[in-house]
């Protein structure tokens, strides 16, 4: 079980409003006591926090806020000391502008580093011709278009998200070269792998045309099968990840779960797991925008997985991190104090009882809530603030849908500091210091002290859910049946490995009680995990569930 920590939120130790790395260091026995193997942290590189780390100023050297290397070295040996392991957060698609190789390569065209980034002429603008026009009509994902004129050299440069985000040219082979070095000072250090972030969007399409109307639809498609991916991946891979025992995921923006094995497939050596995002995102539009979704079309996506996904093909399984609204208030029910604590075990049992590698955002195991926004000042995130730029600001969107848009699906609803206790500031840093971010108001009854003193909570819950992932290799291991495709409350399903390992999932995914008919020759046994307490059935074949009640059975 991986547990994802976004360090700028997890716990403050000195006062000055932002998480760090001793503040990690002093809550690993919580970790370890929910039954986390390996922690995911989001980037704790120096760096000028664009976006928010995601933009790397030295891929060597700690983030001044988050502490020093020895604070780094002690957190890590802490670590291993309760045998959990590491995984860090590679962000290679794209530097800070503030790197090194990028403030020489924006020096002039013959700088040694020119080619480390994608610097194109622009178009002739007609209109004004001192102002040319974007090479090609690439949007960038933090809206805009993906090109920043560069006064010095009256270039434009390439930048997918932020423009203090410049892409590196991967066809470049120092490029490669340096990121395999930087891999290999981190793995020499003792982590345990790496996240990789947006890493199939490396391989750029050949002399960048436009994309076409059908391809601006959805720019992610084309821009992460770029035709040297793979290759660039197994050089990684031969040259860094295969010479250490590590572990990697990639986040697999753009790729469909066919395109996926390519990248997952252990016998081509690539990466070990990928984020498929079709179930985080089943519930999205554009942009923040809600989609009306069916309970069985997110049957049909576990489904497809267990299809398409072999016995070299290694899953994972999620449905938050850093970038998506809370667990709970995004597929649960935050509306009432029971359902909330309902529904958020009833996801947990989901997530750890699926087939490939769980995943928990920090937060998760408290039932942590989407933040109650009113008001575009109280956003930080960069991808929100230049939405609001070409959104509101240029009149095509009213203000209040934009904040209303935003609260629910907003990155930020995730990156509140995490609630630790009842004491001001839910103890995420001192009461006289202003944390980076608002915390939660929710943070009196939802926060960590109470729940690991609570038998009833949600933390404690997922800690039993995990523990009972961990007891049977069938949840591993085990093959997945999917009992009931089309019910639309109920979601029921086995996890088997022969001879004897034979588990039976039942969540009720709604507030609506329901009274639920098992399939033909499958009668309950033992109940090993359930949401509801008494929940004592005889071992029939009808099973009477509650509003999010969620069940683990032998059978
Ligand atoms: O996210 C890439 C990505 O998929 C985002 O575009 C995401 O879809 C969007 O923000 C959701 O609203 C990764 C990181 O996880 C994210 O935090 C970074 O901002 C981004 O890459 C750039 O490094
Ligand atoms: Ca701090």
Redesign the pocket.
């Known amino acids: 079980m991986v547990y994802q920590i976004y360090p700028r939120s997890f716990q403050d130790s000195n006062g000055d409003g932002i998480g760090d790395l001793n503040g990690i260091t002093k809550h690993l026995d919580y970790l370890q006591k929910l039954g986390v193997n390996v922690i995911w942290l989001s980037p704790h590189y120096d760096s000028p926090n664009a976006?928010?780390g995601?933009d790397i100023r030295d891929y060597r050297k700690v983030m001044r806020e988050f502490g020093t290397m020895a604070d780094f070295d002690r957190m890590l040996a802490a670590i291993k000391a309760r045998h959990m392991r590491l995984i860090i957060d590679l962000?290679v698609?794209?530097t800070s502008d503030e790197h090194h190789w990028f403030v020489e390569s924006r020096l002039s065209k013959g700088n040694p580093y020119r080619d480390y980034y994608i610097w194109r002429d622009g178009r002739p603008n007609p209109d004004d011709p001192s102002h040319p026009l974007p090479p090609n009509n690439y949007p960038s994902?933090f809206s805009g278009s993906a090109w920043q004129y560069d006064p010095p050299t009256q270039q434009f440069y390439l930048h997918l998200?932020a423009v203090k985000?410049p892409d590196l040219n991967w066809d470049n082979p120092r490029v490669r070269d340096d990121v395999f070095a930087l891999m290999r000072f981190w793995l020499d250090k003792g982590v345990d792998g790496f996240r990789m972030?947006?890493i199939p969007l490396i391989s750029k399409q050949p002399g960048l045309p436009d994309l076409t109307p059908e391809q601006l639809k959805d720019p992610s498609r084309l821009w992460a099968n770029g035709p040297r991916r793979d290759e660039y991946l197994q050089q990684m891979n031969r040259e860094a990840l295969s010479k250490y025992d590590v572990m990697t995921v990639g986040?697999a923006?753009g790729i469909t779960l066919e395109e996926e094995t390519k990248i997952i497939n252990s016998q081509r050596h690539e990466l070990n797991m990928v984020f498929n995002f079709d179930a985080v995102r089943v519930n999205r539009g554009d942009g923040y925008t809600a989609r009306n979704w069916t309970l069985p079309e997110l049957k049909t996506i576990y489904d497809n997985h267990a299809r398409v996904l072999g016995k070299d093909d290694w899953d994972t399984v999620f449905l938050s991190?850093?970038?998506?609204p809370r667990l709970v208030s995004n597929y649960g029910d935050d509306s009432t104090p029971e359902f909330r604590v309902r529904s958020a075990k009833l996801i947990a049992t989901m997530l750890l009882t699926l087939r490939g590698t769980p995943f928990l955002y920090q937060g998760d195991e408290l039932g942590m809530t989407n933040y109650p926004f009113t008001r575009y000042d109280q956003f930080d995130d960069i991808?929100v603030k230049n939405a609001y730029k070409e959104k509101v600001q240029t009149g095509k969107m009213p203000e209040s849908q934009f904040v209303a848009e935003a609260h629910r699906?907003g990155?930020d609803n995730s990156r509140t500091p995490m609630q630790w206790s009842a004491a001001p500031n839910a103890g995420f840093t001192t009461a006289a210091a202003k944390p980076w971010l608002a915390v939660n108001p929710n943070y009196k009854t939802i926060n960590a002290a109470e729940e690991v003193a609570n038998p009833n909570s949600i933390y404690r819950y997922a800690q039993r859910a995990v523990a009972l992932h961990h007891a049977h290799t069938a949840f591993v291991y085990g093959d997945y049946k999917d009992l009931d495709p089309t019910n639309t409350q109920v979601f029921a399903y086995t996890r088997s490995l022969d001879p004897s390992q034979h588990f039976l999932v039942v969540l009720n995914f709604g507030e609506k009680p329901v009274e639920y008919k098992l399939p033909e020759g499958i009668k309950v046994g033992k109940l090993l995990l359930g949401n509801l307490r008494g929940a004592t059935e005889p071992g029939g074949s009808t099973l009477h569930l509650e509003g999010w009640e969620a069940r683990v059975y032998e059978y």
């Open positions: 976006d928010n995601y962000v698609n794209h994902y998200f985000q972030d947006v986040e923006i991190n850093h970038d998506n991808e699906f990155r």
